[in-house]
């Protein structure tokens, strides 16, 4: 069998190792960029002022043998005829196809977000040019989300002077609850970074560069703004191809297939499903990518597959804090419609939330703490998930 | 020789922190103890607690590593770097904060040095002990005091 993986992100990688791994003939991936690196490690990167390279995604010397890394990008696809079309001019013909085409940043539609030291942190592009910037800048951060709050604390270890501007009235609103969320806001102010809620960044203002945002009741300084307001599929590829879609996302079977029979796709390019709930959701986060990467490995070598979906394992190091959630958050719950209970408790040094379906089952369960002795009770939302729902 | 398990006497750590220096300069080279594998720290119920891998069974770590990066050789829980993206979904669900982030874009953690741990041979108080079970009360005349931890439990 000849499989072609366009895409070396970590899902890309994580399917070429599956599938080298499990034997499946012919593998080549389509890499745009090389060598292939994480993403989810550039705040530390930027934090920790270590080398771009640190990111870089290991690659065995056995899987640089077995299959073929082709450096350029998908142009077309030639479903009928089972075919890729590199920059290059060069065709790959395939009997399995997997899309791992990964996601591209959200920018605002707004005006002025094209200016002169705007830009997302995204890639390793972006890593660079904020490594490169001098001390004691103002730097804007344009949403709240778990990049957006790692490379603000990243860019206030680095000298600069951060806002948060964030739409919604909590921080990592997709991630936490409000209550553990006011703790990683109260941090990250005690820590110097101004963060504003509520505050959606309407324009971005100068006349060649950036010089100040405007939100419907502010204008504040910047010379620089990033944007971290989340991520889209990256899907230009597939579109008008006839592929089943659930938003923008390409729509999979709990095994990775697409609507199209021999298509797969995974990661960022793809919904993914919610173990508890079996629902489609958009989940853009490695260790999902790298989910479906083996099972789309496993059922290509036709092993008999079953799988209910991810249980989300998040840890993030936010400022001094630990951001720990393990499966729903209440709100995600409900908006899969669950009917959950949160409960919260505080210590000096702690905010731990129990979200339990129900009044039940333990279906959630989120930790943010500055005190490392907090015993973490993740584990205790996977064990009676998998207890209750397998 | 039959399966070992590592103790802690807490009762008898001094905080000398001898374990820590050695393990971080046994496995990284270094004199620090952001690169240790174990840790001395205080907590409520006890004065001073060692937390290092209780290389559970099962282990959350390696059943939510979805990179194949935890595996459990012989009973111990190791990390292959090589695999390792650092994505923490292992450190989301460890109760023991056994998993941590060196600083130099690696994860770590205690792998008992391939079956002779180096934080016991150098623990001047005995707190620290890596027996066959059976063994155990010799090591302990006077018995197993209360604040004993069996870090590799129930193999």
């Not at chain 1, 709930?277 to 789309?296: D, E, N, Q, S």
């Amino acid at each position: 069998m000849r499989v072609v993986v366009i895409g070396c992100g970590v899902g890309g990688v994580e399917a070429v190792r599956n599938l080298v791994a499990a034997g499946v003939g012919e593998v080549k991936a389509v890499c745009g960029e090389w060598p292939p690196y994480t993403r989810h490690r550039l705040s530390e990167i930027l934090r920790d002022g270590l080398p771009p390279t640190t990111a870089s995604i290991t690659l065995e010397p056995e899987l640089l043998t077995k299959a073929e890394f082709v450096k350029g990008f998908a142009t077309e696809l030639r479903l009928g005829r089972k075919e890729v079309v590199l920059d290059s001019g060069e065709v790959l013909s395939y009997d399995s196809l997997i899309i791992a085409t990964g996601g591209l940043p959200f920018i605002p539609p707004i005006k002025g977000a094209g200016l002169r030291n705007a830009l997302p942190f995204y890639g390793m592009s972006s890593l660079k040019y904020l490594q490169s910037l001098p001390k004691g800048l103002r730097i804007v951060v344009v949403g709240a989300g778990l990049v957006g709050l790692t490379v603000a604390s990243s860019l206030m270890s680095r000298g600069h002077r951060v806002a948060v501007f964030e739409a919604l009235n909590h921080v990592l609103p997709s991630v936490m609850d409000e209550e553990p969320a006011k703790a990683v806001t109260a941090h990250l102010r005690d820590t110097g970074v101004k963060v504003f809620l509520k505050s959606r960044v309407e324009e971005v203002m100068g006349s060649s560069k950036v010089e100040a945002v405007r939100t419907s009741s502010m204008v504040w300084g910047s010379d620089v703004v990033v944007y971290a307001a989340g991520v889209k599929p990256r899907i230009s590829l597939v579109e008008g191809l006839g592929l089943e879609m659930v938003g923008k996302a390409v729509r999979i079977t709990q095994l990775g297939e697409t609507s199209l029979s021999g298509v797969y796709a995974l990661g960022d390019a793809a919904i993914s499903y919610d173990y508890v709930t079996g629902k489609p959701v958009y989940r853009p986060l490695g260790f999902i990518a790298a989910h479906y990467a083996r099972l789309i490995a496993e059922a290509l070598a036709g092993k008999g597959v079953r799988d209910r979906g991810v249980i989300p394992t998040i840890y993030e190091r936010v400022g001094g804090l630990d951001v720990i959630r393990v499966g729903l958050s209440a709100s995600e719950a409900e908006g899969l419609g669950l009917t959950v209970d949160l409960r919260c408790s505080k210590g000096p040094a702690w905010v731990e939330c129990f979200v339990r379906e129900a009044g039940r089952t333990l279906v959630g369960y989120e930790l943010v703490r500055s005190d490392p002795t907090k015993r973490n009770k993740g584990y205790e939302v996977v064990r009676e998930v998998k207890e209750v729902y397998q | 020789m039959g399966r070992q398990v590592l103790y802690v006497v807490r009762e008898r750590c001094t905080a000398c922190m001898k374990c820590v220096f050695t393990c971080s300069l046994v496995k990284d080279g270094v004199l620090d103890p952001t690169h240790a594998r174990i840790r001395v720290v205080g907590r409520g119920d006890v004065a001073l607690d060692v937390d290092l891998c209780r290389h559970c069974d099962p282990a959350p770590c390696a059943e939510v590593c979805e990179f194949g990066a935890i595996k459990v050789v012989n009973g111990t829980v190791v990390l292959v770097q090589e695999r390792c993206t650092t994505c923490k979904a292992c450190m989301s669900v460890c109760p023991f904060g056994a998993i941590t982030d060196s600083g130099g874009g690696a994860l770590i953690k205690c792998d008992l040095c391939g079956g002779d741990p180096e934080c016991v041979k150098v623990c001047p108080h005995d707190a620290l002990i890596f027996e066959p079970p059976a063994n155990l009360r010799h090591r302990i005349p006077n018995g197993p005091a209360e604040g004993i931890k069996e870090l590799l439990g129930g193999r």
